[in-house]
């Protein structure tokens, strides 16, 4: 029989790299996976009573956010749920909460660092809720790619666009180079006011949505787009293609919304006759393309409370939300578009065992699993944050 421990190594620390959970740590990029200290056994009949408890005996001294992909067991402790902009926004409207426990991922809790007081402390309960995404682009690749731009002349007509859905060190290379943050539901405005600074934006990391918003919200052709690899030599890309595109998409995505097929479309439209077909535009193009309705988290939960009785809605995004809005919305045929369950995996490493042990740990006066971002990318990426917040 052929041993399979002797045959595995260790995965190095490089950016491609899968640390194993509780295996190790990369703090520089989403890929933190230790997790400190003794968890409740998810078992623990008390979980709900102790988290209750903790929260209770710490007052107005704790705030905790929930992003909407959160599991129902942890958002019913959230002190106000949203996505990834409007959490950010709260955490910064909170001065006088000592600790912001943030159920969400890591690029969203160095977000709310950034955007809060010195003194405040930001929270992540499991440090293995990273996202995949937001790992695609490192640091190190997006600056060998602005190196090539320089190189061919092109960097002064280049401006840098980052999604939310990136790290502190990205939104600071893009606060460096005079570009800005945006989110899924201010991406146009983002590029409006970057084709008014140049001729060109390099958008990062999610190819879907540069694409999505460049072409269908903007008038662009699909030609205008090039997909820059960081894993090809020279992006995969010759000097003529970057030379003439309008837009280099960074080649990420989100592995939850790039599930989402053309054909889950289709399979839909046959089996629910007259159905709305509602996506993000993390999505693929086709899948948009082929969608009645596009739009953020936050779009799709109003266009959902807006809808009438008896419509009928298939739903493109994380299915803890398209499950929670089901059951807000009896009246409506709400259904996940896809056959496949489509959790985000680690936006679900924030469970009840964990959130349960930040607030007991806080109780008793340690302070687990802080983010912080370090003061010089922490200003750098505040440039670009504020370059959001004053869009026109
Ligand atoms: P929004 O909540 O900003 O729409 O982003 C979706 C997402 O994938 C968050 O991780
Ligand atoms: Fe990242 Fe996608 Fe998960 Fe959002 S849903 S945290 S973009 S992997």
Not at 221 to 249: F, N, W
Not at 252 to 273: A, K, L, N, Q
């Amino acid at each position: 029989m052929t041993d399979v421990t002797s045959t595995w190594t260790e995965p190095s620390n490089t950016a491609t790299a899968l640390l194993l959970l509780g295996r190790g740590s990369d703090p520089a990029s989403e890929r933190g996976v230790d997790c400190p200290g003794d968890l409740p056994a998810p078992s623990d009949p008390d979980l709900v009573a102790r988290a209750t408890a903790a929260k209770a005996a710490l007052g107005d001294r704790v705030f905790v956010l929930g992003h909407h992909y959160q599991r129902d067991e942890v958002i019913q402790f959230a002190d106000v749920t949203g996505d990834s902009f409007k959490l950010a926004q709260q955490a910064a409207a909170r001065p006088g909460a000592e600790f912001i426990v943030f159920c969400g991922v890591h690029f969203m809790a160095e977000s709310a660092d950034i955007l809060t007081k010195p003194e405040q402390k930001v929270i992540l309960p499991d440090l293995a809720a990273g996202c995949s995404m937001a790992d695609m682009a490192v640091l190190g690749q997006v600056e060998t790619a602005w190196e090539r731009f320089e190189d061919l002349g092109i960097a002064g007509d280049v401006v840098p666009v980052t999604y939310m859905n990136s790290s502190a060190d990205i939104k600071g290379f893009v606060g460096r180079n005079k570009g800005v943050v945006c989110t899924s539901s201010n991406a146009k405005r983002a590029l409006d006011w970057s084709f008014e600074q140049g001729s060109k934006v390099f958008f990062l990391p999610d190819q879907h949505l540069g694409r999505n918003t460049a072409v269908l919200e903007m008038g662009f052709d699909l030609d205008d787009c090039v997909l820059y690899d960081p894993h090809k030599p020279g992006g995969g890309l010759t000097d003529e293609q970057l030379r003439s595109a309008r837009m280099i998409l960074w080649r990420g995505h989100c592995s939850v919304h790039g599930r989402f097929t053309i054909d889950s479309v289709r399979e839909v439209r046959e089996r629910v006759p007259g159905v709305n077909v509602l996506v993000h535009p993390e999505c693929r193009h086709d899948v948009v393309r082929a969608a009645d309705y596009v739009g953020s988290t936050e779009y799709i939960i109003k266009a959902l409370d807006a809808a009438p009785a008896g419509s009928a809605w298939a739903v493109g995004t994380e299915l803890n939300l398209v499950r929670r809005l089901a059951l807000a919305h009896p009246d409506k045929q709400i259904m996940f578009l896809d056959r496949t369950v489509c959790y985000c995996s680690t936006m679900n490493r924030i469970d009840l065992p964990h959130l349960v042990w930040a607030l007991e740990e806080l109780v008793a006066g340690r302070v687990p699993n802080v983010i912080t971002v370090d003061e010089d990318t922490a200003h750098n990426a505040r440039v670009a944050l504020d370059q959001m917040l004053a869009l026109p």
